[in-house]
Nanobody, 114 residues
Framework: VQLQASGGGLVQTGGSLRISCAASGSIDGLGAMGWWRQRPGNQREFVALVSSDGSTRYSDSVKGRFTISRDNAENTVSLQMNSLKPDDTGVYYC?????????WGQGTQVTVSS
């Protein structure tokens, strides 16, 4: 499974960004897809997840501000990020699971200026 992320960039506090990720390769039976992030000086942390049936889960820090969505026909996952804060700055990684293995994209930088 290969994951290619797109989007991200620089935005001011309170602004919005949308990042997306497309899966390719051996994608039959693809499981949950989601986003993790690594903020400066921190370890990678969970942000949001969407299962193959569409159920979603969010970290408390982004709940109510971020929305994850998935297009099973296109094998893509997107993260709409609203009301961004400087603390949301970091590298965002998409990830997915298939047959017991985890796969990661290359990461996309999100920078929120104060």
């Amino acid at each position: 499974v290969q994951l290619q992320a797109s989007g991200g960039g620089l935005v001011q506090t309170g602004g919005s960004l949308r990042i997306s990720c497309a899966a390719s390769g051996s994608i039959d039976g693809l499981g949950a897809m989601g986003w993790w992030r690594q903020r400066p000086g921190n370890q990678r942390e969970f942000v949001a997840l969407v299962s193959s049936d569409g159920s979603t889960r969010y970290s408390d820090s982004v709940k109510g501000r971020f929305t994850i969505s998935r297009d099973n026909a296109e094998n893509t996952v997107s993260l709409q990020m609203n009301s961004l804060k400087p603390d949301d700055t970091g590298v965002y990684y998409c990830g997915t699971f298939r047959l017991g293995s985890a796969y990661w994209g290359q990461g996309t930088q999100v920078t929120v200026s104060s």
